[in-house]
T-cell receptor
Framework: NSKVIQTPRYLVKGQGQKAKMRCIPE?????VFWYQQNKNNEFKFLIN????????QIDMTEKRFSAECPSNSPCSLEIQSSEAGDSALYLC???????????FGSGTRLTVL | DAKTTQPDSMESTEGETVHLPCSHA???????IYWYRQVPLQGPEYVTH???QNTTNSMAFLAIASDRKSSTLILPHVSLRDAAVYHC???????????????FGKGAKLTVSP
């Protein structure tokens, strides 16, 4: 069973609404990755953190998403204005180091109506 | 991360030993071979990884060819719970700074019949 906790499991939003999801990484894991998995099961890397610092992010994330990993609080990923194409499974993964094994949560399934 | 090639699907029966092949002809010397599996509505589950030597754990045995251009994930005595999409992925070792993203492909869907 995964020790990476993602909430909520399911999220339904209308177009233009904000959509926020959270992730508690495994204890002792300072590195967090976010991925988007679409209906075709294709994965897209979104952003990663080491502690509170952003390491890498793609253009889409920079422009339309807001993400953070504050100390002593869950990490979060928020879409500022949801679009139909954002409907996907959002996966959070954590690891002990930037080149260590990633362990994934169960994901948040976002549906944008 | 370099590309890997897997069959789209494989079929098996409970109790069999399953061999899942993966081709990575352009692998670099500093890339690990990772295997994850995923069932519907769940995130990928880590199975195993290796660099050059064969590895074994409670879930599987990973056989890596001597030239590292291919590998085989061996699942002994599969059960219905082993039915999943299995992903073979390459990941650069020892990167500092930004870390190494995993690049997932479509994987190989393993079906297990009773």
């Amino acid at each position: 069973n995964s020790k990476v906790i993602q909430t909520p499991r399911y999220l339904v939003k209308g177009q233009g609404q904000k959509a926020k999801m959270r992730c508690i990484p495994e204890k002792g894991h300072p590195v967090v990755f976010w991925y988007q998995q679409n209906k075709n099961n294709e994965f897209k890397f979104l952003i990663n953190f080491q502690n509170q610092e952003v390491l890498q992010q793609i253009d889409m994330t920079e422009k339309r998403f807001s993400a953070e990993c504050p100390s002593n609080s869950p990490c979060s990923l928020e879409i500022q204005s949801s679009e139909a194409g954002d409907s996907a499974l959002y996966l959070c993964a954590s690891s002990r180091g930037v080149a260590e094994t990633l362990y994934f949560g169960s994901g948040t399934r976002l549906t944008v109506l | 991360d370099a590309k890997t090639t897997q069959p789209d699907s494989m079929e098996s029966t409970e109790g069999e030993t399953v061999h899942l092949p993966c081709s990575h002809a352009t692998i670099s010397g500093n890339e690990y071979i990772y295997w994850y599996r995923q069932v519907p509505l769940q995130g990928p589950e880590y199975v195993t990884h290796g660099l050059q030597q064969n590895t074994t754990n409670s879930m599987a045995f990973l056989a890596i060819a001597s030239d590292r251009k291919s590998s085989t994930l061996i699942l002994p005595h599969v059960s219905l719970r082993d039915a999943a999409v299995y992903h073979c992925i390459l990941r650069v070792r020892g990167l500092g700074g930004t870390g190494s993203k995993l690049s997932f492909g479509k994987g190989a869907k393993l079906t297990v019949s009773p």
